[in-house]
């Protein structure tokens, strides 16, 4: 069935759970002539919770059974007080607006002592995990058996379509190749879209303004990525941009009212929708009956690729015709994806989702990395001094300097580590159900035992990189803090090396993200770039737009929320609730 079609599976799946129950029900009166009377709807409604009732115990049973059978048990379940968990999908959609990000899941896991559960939403299976080995077997080592799935594809069928991150095989391999080749070091491109940031912030300095970072950063890094990816510098720099204290909040961040500003809101509405689909589970389709939450969004974003998507398959046939660039290693991304396909809408998939993949993963590794300069002084000195000793005040880095600046290193990675951009991710089993390895060890006591575990066939699994990288058994009892010196004192390093899997920011296995090197190389540059001009940063919280500061209930709960200053929130990729609004100031000597 075609994942846009998400209303056919509603209609199939009801039928299912109410018809079928409902006209047994009816049948079986009908034969012994008996008449309910009044009590028709109830008698029915009953009737249907103790079929799924029914259901869901021989489910569970057959799955116990087949388990023991391939030497392991089942995932433990959640076990709701109302039927079929519906407290806990409840739970789960409320801890959207007051939680700290993802603490939903921690405390379900802390709660059931394991870091694989079995969420049991509206008697279907539904499995999360914080266990490294799990997110190790799904990533890498039991990759053939996973797949994104069904239901991911019918979440993001609109917005990504056929592109890398909504299939499995055929249309990835697009994108791949070029990827492959060694095109990361394009360090003037850098140096451009590296200028003309740090001009702006310049000017916003001179005259005492704070800048939402966030937003800045994600023109910086669309910019440099469309101009990588198409030739085309998008110059999204040069829209307007958001005014301190005047600035509405956004979907994630700031909105601006311009071309670009209706651009932006879209893409990030149709992420949030996505990411609310999830939280809803298989039965998000019944908020969307009458009107696809994500149709107007899509529409805007595609009248914004589309003239992109032309153009290119215009240039292509021109330069056909002129024989101009055989050379594949000389072609961009995009002219690459036009020698691939004459598909106009296959080329806009894939093209939104590199936009998706550059902005707003980059975007959000810088953001939080100037969250922690702000916060922490004394990394800012230690940092700039390691720029300046590279580097001197002026020049520009080499790819030889960003190699050699182990602390600039060490700081990116503990950014990636505690605030990593793809916090979570879904995959989902093929038609036959396979086993994971024994738990890692998180948990000595509780129901996790050290077994295999049963992940039933056609079952997704949601995956928590943040959580992992957080996990005091593997990171020690300051998990939670910012420390870039356990990425150079070697026996941090040590315990790392041992077990590289505690820190996938980037994924892991086959579909290990394929923009690492650019990532690391763009933020690098940048990074040097701004601390050779300036020497410190500071929150300017006063222009957070109202409901974008941490809840002051988070200062009476444990790990990092009791001390955040800002609200770290998911959709699709992590970002700062209202933007993150920050004083750059110039260093004077
Ligand atoms: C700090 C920056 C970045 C982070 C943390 C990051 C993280 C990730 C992660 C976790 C995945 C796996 C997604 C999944 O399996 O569902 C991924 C995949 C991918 N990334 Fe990145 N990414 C970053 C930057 C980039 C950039 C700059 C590009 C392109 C210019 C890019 C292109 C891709 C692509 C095309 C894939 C899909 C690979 C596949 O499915 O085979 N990424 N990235």
Same mark, same amino acid.
């Given at each position: 069935?075609?994942?846009?079609?998400?209303?056919?599976?509603?209609?199939?799946?009801?039928?299912?759970?109410?018809?079928?129950?409902?006209?047994?029900?009816?049948?079986?009166?009908?034969?012994?002539?008996?008449?309910?009377?009044?009590?028709?709807?109830?008698?029915?409604?009953?009737?249907?919770?103790?079929?799924?009732?029914?259901?869901?115990?021989?489910?569970?049973?057959?799955?116990?059974?087949?388990?023991?059978?391939?030497?392991?048990?089942?995932?433990?379940?959640?076990?709701?007080?109302?039927?079929?968990?519906?407290?806990?999908?409840?739970?789960?959609?409320?801890?959207?607006?007051?939680?700290?990000?993802?603490?939903?899941?921690?405390?379900?896991?802390?709660?059931?002592?394991?870091?694989?559960?079995?969420?049991?939403?509206?008697?279907?299976?539904?499995?999360?995990?914080?266990?490294?080995?799990?997110?190790?077997?799904?990533?890498?080592?039991?990759?053939?058996?996973?797949?994104?799935?069904?239901?991911?594809?019918?979440?993001?069928?609109?917005?990504?379509?056929?592109?890398?991150?909504?299939?499995?095989?055929?249309?990835?391999?697009?994108?791949?190749?070029?990827?492959?080749?060694?095109?990361?070091?394009?360090?003037?491109?850098?140096?451009?879209?590296?200028?003309?940031?740090?001009?702006?912030?310049?000017?916003?300095?001179?005259?005492?303004?704070?800048?939402?970072?966030?937003?800045?950063?994600?023109?910086?890094?669309?910019?440099?990525?469309?101009?990588?990816?198409?030739?085309?510098?998008?110059?999204?720099?040069?829209?307007?941009?958001?005014?301190?204290?005047?600035?509405?909040?956004?979907?994630?961040?700031?909105?601006?009212?311009?071309?670009?500003?209706?651009?932006?809101?879209?893409?990030?509405?149709?992420?949030?929708?996505?990411?609310?689909?999830?939280?809803?589970?298989?039965?998000?389709?019944?908020?969307?009956?009458?009107?696809?939450?994500?149709?107007?969004?899509?529409?805007?974003?595609?009248?914004?690729?589309?003239?992109?998507?032309?153009?290119?398959?215009?240039?292509?046939?021109?330069?056909?015709?002129?024989?101009?660039?055989?050379?594949?290693?000389?072609?961009?991304?995009?002219?690459?994806?036009?020698?691939?396909?004459?598909?106009?809408?296959?080329?806009?998939?894939?093209?939104?989702?590199?936009?998706?993949?550059?902005?707003?993963?980059?975007?959000?590794?810088?953001?939080?990395?100037?969250?922690?300069?702000?916060?922490?002084?004394?990394?800012?000195?230690?940092?700039?001094?390691?720029?300046?000793?590279?580097?001197?005040?002026?020049?520009?880095?080499?790819?030889?300097?960003?190699?050699?600046?182990?602390?600039?290193?060490?700081?990116?990675?503990?950014?990636?580590?505690?605030? /990593? @951009?793809?916090?979570?991710?879904? #995959?989902?089993? %093929?038609? =036959?159900?396979?086993?994971?390895? +024994? !738990?890692?060890?998180?948990?000595?006591?509780?129901?996790?035992?050290?077994?295999?575990?049963?992940?039933?066939?056609?079952?997704?699994?949601?995956?928590?990189?943040?959580?992992?990288?957080?996990?005091?058994?593997?990171?020690?009892?300051?998990?939670?803090?910012?420390?870039?010196?356990?990425?150079?004192?070697?026996?941090?390093?040590?315990?790392?090396?041992?077990?590289?899997?505690?820190?996938?920011?980037?994924?892991?296995?086959?579909?290990?993200?394929?923009?690492?090197?650019?990532?690391?190389?763009?933020?690098?540059?940048?990074?040097?770039?701004?601390?050779?001009?300036?020497?410190?940063?500071?929150?300017?919280?006063?222009?957070?737009?109202?409901?974008?500061? /941490? @809840?002051?209930?988070?200062?009476? #709960?444990?790990? %990092?929320? =009791?001390?955040?200053?800002?609200? +770290? !929130?998911?959709?699709?990729?992590?970002?700062?609730?209202?933007?993150?609004?920050?004083?750059?100031?110039?260093?004077?000597?």
């Amino acid at each position: 069935m075609n994942p846009a079609n998400y209303r056919v599976r509603l209609v199939l799946d009801l039928f299912r759970i109410f018809v079928i129950p409902a006209s047994v029900l009816s049948c079986f009166l009908s034969l012994l002539r008996y008449r309910l009377g009044l009590l028709f709807i109830p008698a029915h409604l009953g009737f249907i919770l103790i079929w799924a009732t029914i259901e869901g115990a021989y489910v569970e049973s057959k799955q116990d059974r087949q388990a023991r059978a391939l030497g392991a048990k089942t995932i433990p379940r959640v076990v709701g007080k109302w039927p079929g968990n519906t407290d806990i999908l409840l739970r789960m959609v409320g801890a959207f607006k007051n939680s700290y990000v993802l603490d939903v899941y921690l405390e379900l896991f802390e709660e059931y002592q394991c870091t694989t559960l079995n969420l049991r939403i509206l008697w279907r299976d539904n499995i999360i995990s914080m266990d490294q080995e799990h997110a190790k077997y799904v990533t890498s080592t039991g990759f053939s058996q996973f797949w994104r799935g069904i239901s991911q594809k019918e979440r993001m069928e609109l917005f990504l379509g056929e592109g890398i991150f909504n299939r499995d095989d055929e249309h990835r391999n697009m994108t791949r190749p070029f990827f492959a080749r060694e095109r990361f070091s394009d360090f003037e491109l850098f140096e451009r879209h590296c200028a003309q940031t740090l001009s702006i912030l310049s000017s916003l300095e001179a005259s005492g303004t704070a800048c939402d970072a966030q937003d800045l950063y994600g023109r910086f890094s669309l910019d440099a990525a469309s101009e990588f990816l198409m030739g085309k510098n998008l110059d999204t720099m040069s829209a307007s941009l958001p005014i301190p204290g005047k600035t509405v909040m956004g979907p994630k961040g700031s909105a601006t009212e311009d071309h670009w500003g209706s651009f932006a809101r879209a893409f990030e509405m149709a992420q949030l929708n996505i990411t609310h689909r999830g939280r809803l589970g298989a039965v998000w389709p019944l908020f969307e009956l009458f009107k696809d939450k994500n149709e107007e969004h899509c529409k805007v974003i595609q009248a914004w690729v589309d003239p992109l998507v032309h153009s290119a398959l215009e240039a292509k046939k021109t330069m056909n015709g002129a024989g101009v660039i055989n050379n594949i290693t000389d072609k961009n991304f995009m002219q690459h994806l036009t020698d691939s396909t004459d598909d106009p809408i296959l080329i806009r998939d894939q093209l939104t989702s590199m936009l998706l993949a550059s902005r707003d993963t980059t975007a959000c590794v810088l953001t939080f990395l100037t969250y922690f300069l702000a916060i922490h002084p004394d990394v800012t000195r230690k940092l700039r001094d390691e720029v300046l000793e590279h580097c001197g005040p002026t020049s520009p880095p080499t790819f030889d300097h960003v190699r050699r600046m182990k602390y600039m290193r060490a700081v990116i990675n503990e950014t990636l580590r505690l605030f /990593p @951009p793809v916090p979570l991710n879904i #995959r989902e089993t %093929r038609t =036959a159900p396979c086993v994971l390895p +024994p !738990s890692d060890r998180t948990f000595s006591k509780g129901f996790c035992d050290r077994q295999p575990l049963y992940m039933p066939a056609k079952t997704t699994i949601l995956y928590l990189p943040l959580l992992i990288q957080r996990n005091p058994a593997h990171w020690g009892d300051d998990a939670d803090e910012f420390k870039p010196d356990r990425w150079i004192n070697p026996e941090s390093v040590a315990r790392y090396v041992a077990n590289p899997t505690i820190f996938t920011p980037f994924s892991a296995g086959p579909r290990i993200c394929i923009g690492q090197n650019y990532a690391y190389n763009e933020m690098s540059y940048f990074l040097v770039r701004l601390l050779q001009q300036f020497d410190r940063f500071t929150l300017a919280s006063e222009f957070q737009p109202e409901g974008s500061l /941490p @809840p002051l209930e988070w200062k009476h #709960r444990k790990g %990092r929320q =009791a001390y955040e200053q800002i609200w +770290p !929130s998911a959709a699709l990729t992590l970002y700062v609730k209202g933007g993150l609004w920050v004083r750059f100031h110039k260093a004077r000597s």
